[in-house]
């Protein structure tokens, strides 16, 4: 039996603030920033979409209770990375700077992704 401090932990192709399509579901062909990531279940949460109704109690914080709209998490594997250069969605490879920093760069284009 594996510790759980043993286990490696999930990586995931796609990080915060990255811009992705939504390949499948009922937000297919939408676009949006990767709002959240949670790699030890594989999925992130994306701006505008899988959105859902929410019942929420009245707090302290929030006064007024009610039904408020959030997005909830979607695999990541339905989505993908869109390449800032071309535009257009790309699967992502890894290269090796001259100063040892590993980066994601597009398969389309070859330009790098992270910022």
Known sequence: MVRLAEQKRPRLHVKKGDTVLVLSGKDRGKRGKVIRVVPDEQRVVVEGVNVVKKHVKP????????IVEQEAPIASAKVMV????CNE????GRA???DGRRVRVCKKCGEQVDR
């Open 89 to 92: 969605p790309t699967r992502l």
């Open 82 to 85: 869109i390449c800032p250069r």
């Open 96 to 98: 090796e700077l001259e």
């Open 59 to 66: 707090t302290r914080r929030m006064m007024q209770g009610g």
